[in-house]
Structures are given as C-alpha cells and as structure tokens.
C-alpha cells in the first residue's frame, strides 16, 4: 500500500559513538520542492542531487511533482558525510510505494551513492556496528562493500552487503521473496580477517642490553620510554620493535582500534589484531597529535589506542602538541569540545620517545666532541617540559657502539623469546590486580607494590636526593613492580628498586 510518509533508520557519527538517526521521508501534494532539514552539514545537503541523479540513471520513480520533506531526527544532532544517502534514497522509494515500508523494520542503512546508484564505503562502519551490538535487540545492517566486511567483525551481528541501489529495491520490493534478491545483495558472515603485518624482530638490535632491557620492562608493565642519545645509537630502531613485544590484543581492544581507524578511513583487514605504531612527524600540530577539527576526529594518540605512540626528534614537537599530551597519559581518554560539536575517543598507548642529548647530537659522546654551548643544551632539553618528563616511566640512554663492536657481532635475543616473558609477567599484573602495572595508583598501588621498612627507607632516601615529585616516586614503585614480576617474585624488594631509580635518571644527566 502507498504511503506518503516513511521512517528508515540509520546513525551519525559523533567521536566513536554512533548516535540514531531516524530519517523521515514525507511526500505531499504541492509546489514541488525537495527539503531536507535536521542541522545536515554540506555533504548531507548535497544528498538530494545525488538521490536524485540515482533514481533517474536506475529508471526507477522519482516523485517530481511533489512536496518531499526529509527530516533527520533528532534535529540537534549534527550530521555530516554521505552516510545517509541510502537511508534517504530507501525513504524516498518506500514513501512512494516503490519498495514495501513495512519490510524495512528492524533494519539500519548507510552508506554514500554514486550518481549510478552504485553504493561506495563510508567512514565508521565498525563504530556503527559497535552500536548496534549494544543494544538489547540489535537490528540488521545494510552497508556498501568493504562497510558491511568492516561491521561484521562484531560479533552476534546481522550484515548485508549491497553492492547497488537496485539490489535493495529488489530486496524489498512489493511482495518480493527475500531469498531471490539480486547478486548484488549478501549476508557477510563474521570471520575475522588474517593479520598480514608483521613487527620488525628485535634480534636486528645488535649491544644495547640496557636499552633492551628497559623495552622489556616496558612491554612487560605498559610503562612509557624516554631514548636519549646520539644520531644513529639505535634508537629508532628499538622504539620500531616495542609493539612486537607486547601481548596479543583481545577482542574488544583490537575492535575498538579498528574502529578508530574505520573513523579516520584508514582501516586494512591485514592489520585486524595488530598493535598500531603511529610515528607522527615533529612538524605535527596539537590538533594533529590529540584530535580535532569539526566534527572532531581522531589525533594519532586515538590512532595509536592499544599500541605504540613514536615521537621521534621530542624537543622538536612545538611545545602546545607536547602539552597536549599530559592529560590523556593519565585518564586514556581524550575529550574534544567545539562549539557545536562534542566527542570522546579512547587513547590508551605507550609512548616512546627519542631525542639528542643536545641541539648537535654529540653532548657526552666518544666519537665525536659536542660543539653546543651548555645554554644550548639547557635549551634544548628545556623544550621537553619537567611535568610531561614525570609522565614518562622509563628514561634510558641509548650509547653510540663503535662499527667494530657491531660487525660481526651475533644477533641479540629475538623478538619472540622477549614477547613470551612479557606476556608472562603482564599475566601475573592481571592475575593480581586486573590490569597492567603502569595503571596502579592509589591504595592499589600501596596494596599490590608494598615494600618492606627496608625498601621504603631505600626509595624515600632516593627521592630526596634526587628531588623527585610524588608522581615520579610513584612511577620508579610501578616500574620496580614490573620488574619484580618479571623476576617472578611476589614482593618489591630493593634490588628491583634499584634498578627501576636507574631509569629515573634526570635528562640533564643523559649523555654525561
């Protein structure tokens, strides 16, 4: 039966939530007018020449001679992107009696059309899907290819691919079986791809056992890592191995590294369940590093959510993108607020960061002298500010081997040895506490990291001497934890202690 009013469901993205959208579609006799409103930014608008390029290519209806309205509710809520293409075309279609209105109940559409009514991917598929899987009786996703393989990594879902507009026109048409639907339309069954990315092997570091102890604990704890030390001592080259150390991701945390990725259109099957490695370049703004714009979109720390942040050349990050970063070290979140927009996305990674011990590169090297007066060195150090460095765990120096120690030198332990010891006292931080020890604060850092009077006296009478904050005191107890766990032990004792001070040692210091 015809019906001049229609209601298709479908959502807009806000940060990596996916807000529903209810698109209705109104027809009335009338001037003839299309009007579509619901706060729809410019590529939304734009929808109505490319619905309507569609239906005149793919010989179908379009109602010329009447009044279309198209309201996208709530009208509070921005919408921006091609998404709603689909729903507004399926609207138009059911308003008009060319598809039956009542089939689409408990299905949601996305999805962007060309002029020829073939469907192309938008951006948030997973997110979309993440949404749906929440609610208490998830509907059935109709989305263009590479959308519909994206949502179907969430599991418990129903998803259909539709490769055209005229493969959902003959899915719902009028007393239509749906088993009979054109090729075009497909279940996609959820079958989670192969990782086809593989991390570089830490046995290519060849010396280095202090730095390669300290990526060991930092993988072993989720700590952050500080690499000081001259061009070419290997320190890009061992931040390059630490998401290859870490322990393999679970199903929610590689679902919600996909979904970012999915919201910034970078997301590759291959790299389903690998950790990230984002190496943003230093000429990168605050917005670039935290997210941002409008609507906002995810910074490479959301993208590195669950693996590893690469800030290479540190002091040559401009200052405010530096800043930038204290907040979302401690809460592994990231809030963004605009004027008409608002979003959080999660940003939970490890930063590692390398940097010269001066301006020249040479300050405290014996291959060659540094040349930079101790102003310049002051300076340069000076840009990486005190309160950002107390958020850093691990802050080793990275020495610059002479060629004749490394040719000929057998290769260092392999990544896969190193991983299984991390995973091992990642597992008894887990076992224990529930999650890893960078994040212990709190009681539950005086309750799973108690010392013996002992050991308190030891790190107390080191901070003194030291001038540590309360932050970095707690920071040496949470890596001393890890290197506990990595000894098997149960209790923090002052040889682990000592240690986890060697990796609190001032930047002023690194390189002498």
Not at 343 to 357: D, E, G, S, T
Not at 407 to 429: K, Y
């Amino acid at each position: 039966m015809n019906t001049s009013l229609c209601v298709v469901r479908s959502r807009a993205l806000r940060g990596l939530a996916a807000e529903p959208v209810r698109v209705e579609v109104h027809l009335a006799n009338g001037l003839p007018h299309f009007t579509l409103v619901g706060l729809a930014d410019t590529e939304v608008r734009e929808a109505r020449e490319r619905v309507r390029s569609a239906f005149l290519t793919c010989g179908l209806a379009f109602p010329h001679n009447q009044r279309i309205t198209v309201n996208l509710a709530p009208a509070d809520l921005p919408k921006d992107s091609g998404r709603l293409d689909l729903p507004i075309a399926v609207g138009l279609l059911a308003a008009s009696g060319q598809i039956d209105a009542q089939a689409l109940e408990g299905f949601e559409f996305a999805g962007e059309l060309s002029l020829s009514g073939q469907l192309r991917p938008v951006r948030g598929a997973l997110a979309m899907g993440l949404a749906v899987q929440a609610e208490p009786q998830p509907p059935q996703l109709v989305l263009p290819p590479g959308n519909a393989e994206e949502a179907a990594l969430v599991p418990g879902l129903r998803v259909w691919r539709a490769e055209h507009l005229l493969d959902v026109v003959q899915r719902f048409a009028p007393q239509a079986d749906g088993a009979a639907a054109a090729t075009g339309w497909t279940r996609v069954s959820a079958q989670a791809p192969d990782a086809r990315r593989s991390s570089p092997d830490l046995a290519d570091v060849r010396g280095q056992a202090g730095a390669r102890r300290a990526l060991e604990i930092a993988a072993a704890g989720g700590h952050g890592l500080l690499l000081v030390g001259p061009p070419g001592a290997g320190k890009s080259m061992l931040a390059q191995r630490l998401a290859g150390l870490l322990p393999p991701m679970g199903l929610q945390e590689a679902l919600e590294s996909a979904a970012i990725a999915s919201l910034a259109g970078r997301f590759e099957p291959g790299d389903w369940g690998c950790r990230p490695t984002r190496s943003p370049h230093h000429t990168a703004s605050a917005v670039a590093l935290v997210g941002g714009s409008s609507p906002p979109r995810p910074g490479e720390i959301s993208l590195a959510h669950g693996g590893v942040l690469f800030l290479d050349e540190l002091p040559e990050f401009p200052r405010a993108a530096l800043e930038a970063l204290r907040e979302p070290l401690e809460t592994g979140l990231v809030r963004i607020v605009r004027a008409a927009h608002a979003a959080q996305f999660p940003a939970r990674f490890q930063l590692v960061a390398a940097m010269n011990p001066c301006p020249c590169g040479w300050l405290g090297s014996s291959q060659r002298a540094c040349r930079c007066t101790p102003d310049q060195v002051a300076r340069y150090q000076g840009r990486v500010s005190g309160p950002l460095l107390d958020r850093i765990d691990l802050l080793v120096e990275v020495a610059a081997l002479p060629p004749q120690d490394l040719l000929g030198a057998p290769p260092g332990e392999g990544s896969e040895a190193v991983r299984a010891r991390c995973a091992q006292a990642r597992q008894r931080a887990l076992d224990r506490q529930g999650d890893a020890n960078q994040s212990l604060a709190g009681a539950d850092l005086d309750t799973h990291a108690a010392l013996s009077p002992a050991a308190t006296q030891f790190l107390r009478g080191a901070a003194q001497r030291l001038g540590w904050s309360a932050r970095a005191t707690h920071r040496v107890l949470r890596v001393a934890r890890t290197i506990a766990d990595l000894a098997a032990a149960d209790t923090v004792s002052e040889v682990h202690l000592a240690e986890a001070i060697q990796y609190r040692r001032s930047l002023s210091g690194a390189g002498h």
